[in-house]
């Protein structure tokens, strides 16, 4: 094709050409806030009840990842290994998935004021926990009925609105159907609310729905992390894709993308990340809605940055909260709580300085 | 893919026989046929509702026909790829604002998309097409200015240098000179001018018979009852044609240019 041929064609230049001379912003930020979460997680290692020294830290990890002996404490290996660890690589997975996911919702719906959960991801998966404490199934049953049901649940979302939107996928019915799902989601975690036994269930169900991090353990990790990265692969993959699809679905089409296959992928992938992050942490909002806007305030719509910079931004940003509801606060404030009063003026702050950013 | 029709050098790029389209119960169009060369520029135009837009999205392929042959470069439309057509066929939609402030060169730079692989990225030497595009059309110093806060005229610039950026050999222009001021009517007119005489072939929605006057080799005037007639401006453009289509009697008036060519305008009798 003489097209491609073109294309090879001005490679002789490519060493002059700056980086990518139309980006918004000069600075690296990918590399910065790389730094940065390296840095938290070392932080949050050392901050805590106890305190640690760096050494303790790195010998503890060694021990665990290469087998090596190691001359720590045991009452220390296990508050390093089984406390702090998990919870850590948990806030970092839950935090970047749920931000990535809301950043490649955002722009997929086109809408900003959309979150990761919109096609009812979180309310299925609430249902599933749910039940899951009802009937007494532990802690690894709960997740699993968790990520099962929020998956049924966006399955449901999208085939009843392909099929009321008579098969014209029309984004707006989604969301409507995203809506429904979402309320009656929502009925059913209220029945098992009342019907569970409120000396002991009720509390149990309360809490999870309230979000939290302290009960992920080692083994909790494996079913977080496949899932989150499985579905990063197409939100990297595609997100070239992602930014072209921004300008409607014929508009795209003309460019030579298939906006149906890009959708699905997207979707797929942001639903995995999101389910995931639910069925081990319990509903954790505004990280999704919030971090998004953050990282376009930073790097610009672009998703080939946005993406990542929305992941990088929403790890470091869980990360923070929850060493905040480790140190700071005396008694342990469920998460979720957390996240809102903290994202809720966040968001209103991002409003009024750069209303512009989606305009 | 079907390789088996080759494309002979003197065919027309597009070439629409017998089409009939249109949604539901309805065909809005029937019995449509014309064709465009590299060079060419159709201009077509209607009343509000005759079809121009269905016309535009049977070529592009949105809207399957009814009946007819769709032929783009020699071949059937539904035997190209999607990729494959975003080649050979680009889209100049109407201006209008993204609902992200994406900046001017990431804007033109989408028009690479198609040479792209599924999971590509541009490079440097997409971005080379995009800025020689962006220079050809004066536009190169808005490069990094938000896609949002320029000027409709602009942005028409920028999404016409996105569609040169596919490096097509046919561009679809729906209105590309509506809610722009006189100086940037002009400035898109002879942008169209100048991009068919390098070669492009060119198909242009309007509502104004003196733009077709202005730049076109051909008018297409549908009419009402699904119909369309296709000739030089002059011999299709008339006074009774115009003022049958738009239901309206109408004047058209002529003047010298600069260069001495004949500029002609149409008037509504109010």
């Given at each position: ?6 294309r090879d ?6 060493g002059?050409?700056?980086a990518?001379?139309?980006r ?6 990918v ?8 840095a938290?997680?070392?932080?949050s290692?050392?901050v805590?009840?106890?305190a640690?020294?760096?050494?303790t830290?790195v010998?503890?990890l060694?021990?665990h990842l ?5 001359t ?18 948990a806030a970092?997975?839950v935090?970047g998935?749920?931000a990535a996911?809301?950043?490649?919702y ?5 809408n ?10 979180s309310g ?5 926990a749910?039940?899951?404490?009802l009937l ?6 709960v997740?699993?009925s968790?990520?099962?049901?929020g998956?049924?649940?966006v ?7 392909t099929l009321?939107g ?5 984004t ?7 809506i429904v799902v979402?309320?009656?989601?929502s009925a059913?975690i ?11 269930k ?9 979000g939290?991090?302290?009960t992920?353990?080692v083994r909790?990790?494996?079913?977080l992390?496949?899932?989150v990265?499985?579905?990063l692969v197409p ?9 072209v ?19 699905a992928?997207?979707?797929?992938g942001?639903?995995?990340m999101?389910?995931?992050s ?9 990280v999704?809605?919030?971090v998004?806007?953050a ?6 719509p ?9 992941a990088?931004?929403g ?20 998460l979720?709580i957390?996240?809102a009063?903290?994202g ?16 | 893919?079907?390789l ?7 065919s ?13 119960a ?9 064709t465009?060369?590299?060079?060419e520029?159709?201009c077509?135009l ?5 079809g121009?837009?269905t ?5 592009l ?5 009814r ?5 783009v470069?020699g ?14 066929v ?8 993204a609902p ?6 990431e804007?033109v730079l989408?028009g ?6 599924v ?6 030497a997409?971005r080379?097409?995009a800025?020689?595009?962006m ?7 808005l490069?990094?200015?938000s896609?949002t806060e320029i ?32 100086g ?12 068919a ?8 929605i ?12 051909t ?17 299709v453009l008339?006074?009774?044609?115009l ?16 260069d001495?060519a004949?500029?002609?305008?149409c008037l509504?009798?109010?």
């Open positions: 094709m003489s097209a491609e041929a073109e064609a001005p490679a002789g230049v490519d002059a050409a700056p990518d001379p139309w918004r912003g000069r600075w690296p930020v590399t910065i806030l790389s730094v940065l979460l390296v938290t997680v070392a932080v290692f050392a805590g009840v106890t640690y020294p760096p050494g830290i010998e503890v060694l021990a290469t087998g090596r002996p190691s720590v404490a045991r009452v220390d290996d296990v508050t390093i290994w089984l406390v702090r660890m998990p919870r850590i690589v970092v997975l935090g998935a749920l996911a809301g950043a490649a955002q722009a997929l719906f086109r900003p004021m959309v979150s990761p959960d919109l096609l009812g991801a299925g998966a609430g249902v599933g749910a039940l899951g404490i007494s199934w532990g802690s690894a049953g997740q699993l968790a990520f099962a049901l998956l049924a649940a399955l449901v979302t999208y085939t009843v609105g009321v008579r098969g014209t996928e029309s707006l019915t989604l969301v409507l159907t995203g979402s309320s009656l989601c059913l209220s029945l098992t609310k009342y019907v569970a036994d409120p000396d002991d009720l509390p149990q169900i309360t809490f999870w729905l309230l939290g991090l302290e992920v353990t909790g990790l494996l079913p992390l496949v899932p990265l499985v579905g939100l990297m993959v595609l997100r070239w894709r992602l930014n699809l921004a300008f409607g679905d014929e508009e795209a089409a003309s460019l030579g993308v298939n906006p149906r296959v890009v959708k992928f997207v979707i797929v942001a639903t995995l999101t389910a995931a639910v069925s081990a942490a319990g509903m954790v909002g505004w999704g809605l919030v998004p806007h990282a376009r305030m930073l790097v610009g672009d998703a080939r940055r946005a993406v990542p910079v929305s990088l931004l790890a470091i940003f869980l990360l923070v909260v929850d060493d905040l509801v480790r140190t700071v606060l005396t008694t342990e404030v469920p979720g957390l996240t009063l903290v809720a003026p966040f968001f209103l702050f991002l409003l009024a300085r750069g209303r512009r950013a989606w305009t | 893919m079907d088996t029709v080759d494309d002979p050098p003197d027309p790029v597009l070439d629409v026989r017998d089409l009939r389209c249109g949604y539901g309805v065909d809005v169009l029937d019995g449509l046929s014309f465009v060369a590299a060079s520029v159709l077509v209607g009343p509000n509702g005759a121009k837009t016309l535009f999205k049977s070529v392929g949105f809207l399957p026909p009946a007819g042959r769709v032929l470069a071949r059937e439309l539904s035997g190209w790829g999607r990729r494959e057509l975003a080649r050979t680009a889209y100049v939609p109407q201006a209008h604002a992200f402030p994406f900046t001017v060169g804007v989408m690479r998309t198609p040479h792209l692989g999971a590509g990225a541009p490079g440097p997409d080379l097409v800025g020689q595009n220079d050809r059309l004066g536009i190169g110093h490069a990094a200015r896609f000027s409709g005229g602009e942005r028409q610039l920028a999404l016409i240098a996105r569609a040169l950026t596919q490096q097509p050999r046919l561009l679809m222009m729906d209105e590309p000179t509506s809610n722009l001021d006189l940037n009517q002009a400035r898109v007119l002879r942008e169209v001018r100048d991009l005489a390098g070669g492009l072939a060119i198909v242009m309007s509502h104004t018979p003196d733009h077709a006057f202005a730049v076109a080799t008018a297409a005037l549908l009419v009402p009852d699904g119909t369309l007639r296709v000739g030089t401006p002059e011999r008339t006074e009774g044609a003022g049958e289509a738009f239901g309206r009697p109408v004047r058209i008036l002529a003047g010298v240019g600069e001495g004949t500029l002609r305008a509504p009798v109010l």
